[in-house]
């Protein structure tokens, strides 16, 4: 399957304390970028979720929120850290007899303290075990929605990659006759400005024009480029950068190929490729 790197997902459990809600939620991005937002008291936690997060991931920008809601029961209760509060008040002391005319600790500034006031808890390893465990869930479902997300962006991309095999197909099949008009345009416009004609030089301006109207390489390529990107969409996994690479090389074909153009038919289509191929790569842009 392939991957978008926008998705959403979110999941809630209950228990006697409380309730856990996960939200996961990502946009593209170049690199794998992940930020979590947890209660202080469970912090700790973060390196180990980042770990199970990038064992599934490989780019997006992911934000990750977990909200907690305690009974009303938990939620009244205060519990401070003694030890931190106790090195706080030790500290202040301490720099209280150093400097003169010290202001007096005030206690909401000790409330205030990142971990004095520590959430109401229980049973933390059991708490923190249904946190690991809902977050595995949410995960899993944030993936089900970036593989739903991705199978969409696969079919666009498989529908835009068959009209412009379909629109460099006619450009190849009307490119001999277009040389054949230019060429008898070319022999009229130099007999009207003169009768008499070398020969030698025309048929060495013909072949020149013939030259640079010659597109059948970047039709190949062209070609070759959207065989590859059908073969990368089909195969699946993480294909962001490549099928990126691919839609500018094949933008750099279109290129080429309308600065060749000498015909309103050409340079007609070469327009339309290079739409296609624009939109591809807006889709790819969002591709993991």
């Given at each position: 399957?392939?991957?978008?790197?926008?998705?959403?997902?979110?999941?809630?459990?209950?228990?006697?304390?409380?309730?856990?809600?996960w939200e996961i939620k990502s946009v593209n991005?170049?690199?794998?970028?992940?930020?979590?937002?947890?209660?202080?008291?469970?912090?700790?936690?973060?390196?180990?979720?980042?770990?199970?997060a990038r064992a599934s991931l490989r780019r997006?920008?992911?934000?990750?929120?977990?909200?907690?809601?305690?009974?009303?029961?938990?939620?009244?209760?205060?519990?401070?850290?003694?030890?931190?509060?106790?090195?706080?008040?030790?500290?202040?002391?301490?720099?209280?007899?150093?400097?003169?005319?010290?202001?007096?600790?005030?206690?909401?500034?000790?409330?205030?303290?990142?971990?004095?006031?520590?959430?109401?808890?229980?049973?933390?390893?059991?708490?923190?075990?249904?946190?690991?465990?809902?977050?595995?869930?949410?995960?899993?479902?944030?993936?089900?929605?970036?593989?739903?997300?991705?199978?969409?962006?696969?079919?666009?991309?498989?529908?835009?990659?068959?009209?412009?095999?379909?629109?460099?197909?006619?450009?190849?099949?009307?490119?001999?006759?277009?040389?054949?008009?230019?060429?008898?345009?070319?022999?009229?416009?130099?007999?009207?400005?003169?009768?008499?004609?070398?020969?030698?030089?025309?048929?060495?301006?013909?072949?020149?024009?013939?030259?640079?109207?010659?597109?059948?390489?970047?039709?190949?390529?062209?070609?070759?480029?959207?065989?590859?990107?059908?073969?990368?969409?089909?195969?699946?996994?993480?294909?962001?950068?490549?099928?990126?690479?691919?839609?500018?090389?094949?933008?750099?074909?279109?290129?080429?190929?309308?600065?060749?153009?000498?015909?309103?038919?050409?340079?007609?289509?070469?327009?339309?490729?290079?739409?296609?191929?624009?939109?591809?790569?807006?889709?790819?842009?969002?591709?993991?």
């Amino acid at each position: 399957m392939i991957y978008s790197m926008t998705a959403f997902a979110t999941e809630q459990s209950k228990a006697s304390w409380g309730t856990l809600l996960w939200e996961i939620k990502s946009v593209n991005h170049r690199y794998f970028d992940i930020s979590f937002r947890l209660p202080e008291a469970f912090r700790d936690l973060e390196y180990s979720l980042r770990e199970l997060a990038r064992a599934s991931l490989r780019r997006g920008k992911i934000e990750c929120m977990l909200k907690l809601q305690w009974t009303e029961q938990e939620a009244s209760q205060i519990v401070f850290n003694e030890d931190l509060l106790n090195q706080l008040i030790l500290a202040n002391q301490t720099l209280s007899e150093r400097l003169t005319n010290s202001a007096p600790l005030h206690t909401m500034e000790l409330l205030r303290w990142p971990g004095v006031v520590m959430e109401p808890v229980q049973d933390v390893e059991a708490i923190k075990q249904s946190i690991v465990s809902l977050f595995e869930s949410t995960l899993k479902s944030f993936i089900a929605s970036r593989e739903r997300e991705g199978r969409i962006l696969k079919e666009t991309i498989l529908e835009r990659l068959q009209q412009i095999k379909e629109q460099t197909q006619q450009l190849g099949t009307a490119i001999p006759e277009l040389l054949e008009l230019q060429r008898q345009k070319i022999i009229e416009r130099i007999q009207e400005i003169t009768k008499e004609v070398d020969q030698n030089r025309l048929e060495q301006e013909l072949v020149y024009f013939a030259q640079r109207m010659d597109v059948a390489e970047e039709l190949d390529r062209l070609s070759a480029h959207i065989q590859e990107m059908q073969r990368v969409c089909e195969k699946g996994g993480f294909v962001g950068r490549h099928l990126d690479f691919l839609s500018q090389e094949m933008n750099r074909e279109a290129n080429t190929l309308g600065s060749k153009s000498q015909h309103t038919l050409t340079s007609y289509t070469c327009v339309n490729i290079k739409v296609l191929i624009e939109q591809i790569r807006e889709q790819v842009q969002n591709i993991e």
